[in-house]
């Protein structure tokens, strides 16, 4: 019976998870309670240094944090702490504490280990710097010793760290690495895929050359489904042994991301990327760069499929190379996005094309972002009955010419998909009062679910007026709109 409440409990707390002030209480109620609580608090530590400087905690709660983490690290005369006059924790409690409290750790990021550090030894002492710089290594090695359950870890320093006592047995532990790319070296990459083989998602930071260490790594994880790979857009040259090794593994990805500069990579591994479930395809910073081969993007795209693709979104992509991918999606894809299009020669009919390519392959689509083209809104009624399943849209278009947001909104109500909860759109599609009043009065006739009507600015474009505010409110009280 005990076992079966602290199960229910367990239950209950994790209900809670996002709210701290009760489950803080819930740790005050009796023991029983506490050792069912407590983890779950932590967990949500591991979670709350996911930036840098945009801390979810107060400086009193890291405070009192860091002085916890600081009674774990080792406090004899002859370890490095009093040894170097680093006089830690700053208020020692009275009894040891009762948790592993390390252990509680699933994820580390080295925000919290910088700020632990920064905050725990003034600037103004002596030799602060070098104090700074055992404090950080102590933690280190504090984390490799005590931290058992961690499973992610973010690489942001210069330090050795493969070198450290335990960190053989911390990383072959690791199913999730980042690295800092500004920090780590290919000497670090070679050293580490010695003792660090079973990643499952891999992410890098500002990648900015075709790494031997890198593929390496890359090479000898035998359980790698994910991959994010961010270039430093400053670099000119294709990577090449990157591309490779990409390959290698590309039929075992169910995950990858790559950005802001894809061009930067051969698109020779697309073809065996055939168990890709999420991809993200971001090329903002290349979006200059005219002379890029997206011939040879196409013809590998061509002879590639992609039959469990859930998950697509691009940026700064030609439209020609977004048909091919989606095309060959199969019709397992649930949520489309497609960001800032790039210009071609004959953008509308290249739009046009993904209209329709779209509404050949949407049966699972759910949610979908696109730009449409002034000429194709009678094409978008294709989608609209087309993709049964549709709930989300987010339209842009490119330019304001009138009457467009009225037709757009006519064509919705003509066919007017039942599933659909949330419109959001771009300013450029200037509606008129009449058009959009006629909308919702249509809306309102023809469907149970009220709608999110969602509108963004565009930059130096001001069609929305107080006036469509009013006739907004006015259907938000008959629950029409959301
Ligand atoms: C802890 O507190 C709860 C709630 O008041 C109570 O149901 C439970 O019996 C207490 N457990 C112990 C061991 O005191
Ligand atoms: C590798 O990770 C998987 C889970 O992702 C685990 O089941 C397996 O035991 C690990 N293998 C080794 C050699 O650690
Ligand atoms: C489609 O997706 C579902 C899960 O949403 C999955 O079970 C199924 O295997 C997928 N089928 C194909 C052909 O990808
Ligand atoms: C996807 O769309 C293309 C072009 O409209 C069509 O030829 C193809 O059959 C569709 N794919 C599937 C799996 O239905
Ligand atoms: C659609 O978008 C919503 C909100 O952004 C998200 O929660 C949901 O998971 C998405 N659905 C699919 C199938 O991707
Ligand atoms: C915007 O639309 C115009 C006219 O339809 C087209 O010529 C142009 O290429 C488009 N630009 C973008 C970025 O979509
Ligand atoms: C929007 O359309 C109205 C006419 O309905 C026009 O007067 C106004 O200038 C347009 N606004 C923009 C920003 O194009």
């Avoid at 009894?95 to 550090?117: A, G, L």
């Avoid at 070679?190 to 003792?195: D, K, V």
């Amino acid at each position: 019976m005990a076992q079966l409440v602290g199960d229910v409990l367990l239950l209950v707390f994790t209900e809670l998870h996002d709210d701290l002030a009760s489950l803080y209480s819930c740790t005050l109620v009796n023991t029983t309670w506490c050792h069912i609580a407590v983890p779950l608090l932590w967990k949500h530590i591991s979670f709350a240094y996911e930036k840098p400087l945009n801390y979810k905690l107060s400086l009193e709660s890291r405070e009192k944090l860091y002085n916890v983490i600081a009674h774990f690290i080792p406090n004899d005369p002859k370890d490095p702490l009093p040894q170097n006059n680093i006089i830690l924790p700053l208020k020692k409690f009275s009894r040891k504490p009762i948790f592993e409290y390390m252990n509680f750790f699933t994820r580390i990021t080295p925000y919290w280990i910088k700020d632990m550090v920064q905050l725990s030894i003034n600037d103004k002492v002596k030799d602060s710097k070098h104090k700074k710089n055992i404090l950080e290594q102590e933690i280190y090695k504090l984390i490799f010793n005590k931290c058992n359950n961690v499973k992610h870890f973010y690489w942001d320093t210069k330090k050795k760290l493969y070198r450290y006592p335990n960190a053989k047995s911390f990383f072959s532990n690791l199913r999730s690495l980042e690295f800092n790319f500004e920090v780590v070296t290919s000497k670090t990459l070679f050293r580490l895929a010695m003792i660090c083989q079973n990643i499952t998602n891999l992410e890098i930071n500002d990648c900015d050359e075709d790494f031997p260490g890198l593929v390496s790594f890359i090479k000898i994880q035998n359980n790698l489904q994910s991959l994010r790979l961010h270039f430093d857009d400053e670099v000119e040259e294709q990577y090449t042994m990157l591309s490779n090794i990409i390959k290698k593994k590309a039929s075992i990805l169910k995950t990858l991301i790559l950005n802001p500069i894809i061009t930067l990579i051969s698109p020779i591994f697309i073809p065996s990327l055939k168990n890709i479930q999420y991809l993200i395809l971001s090329n903002d910073g290349g979006e200059l760069y005219e002379s890029v081969k997206w011939r040879e993007w196409e013809y590998y795209l061509t002879m590639s499929s992609f039959p469990y693709l859930q998950h697509l979104e691009v940026s700064y992509l030609p439209s020609k190379i977004v048909c091919l991918i989606v095309e060959k999606s199969g019709k397992n894809i649930s949520e489309i996005i497609i960001r800032y299009p790039l210009e071609s020669d004959d953008y509308p009919s290249d739009n046009k094309n993904l209209i329709k390519v779209i509404s050949n392959n949407c049966s699972k689509l759910v949610n979908l972002t696109m730009n449409v083209d002034s000429k194709n809104l009678k094409e978008m009624g294709m989608i609209f009955s087309n993709c049964k399943l549709l709930e989300k849209i987010y339209f842009t278009t490119n330019v304001s010419i009138l009457p467009d947001g009225d037709e757009l909104l006519r064509v919705l109500s003509n066919i007017s998909p039942k599933t659909l909860r949330e419109f959001s759109f771009g300013d450029k599609w200037n509606f008129s009062l009449k058009g959009l009043e006629s909308f919702f009065e249509s809306w309102k006739r023809k469907n149970k679910f009220p709608i999110k009507f969602i509108h963004y600015y565009d930059e130096w474009v001001y069609s929305w007026t107080d006036d469509h505010d009013k006739i907004v409110e006015k259907y938000k009280n008959e629950k029409v709109i959301r």
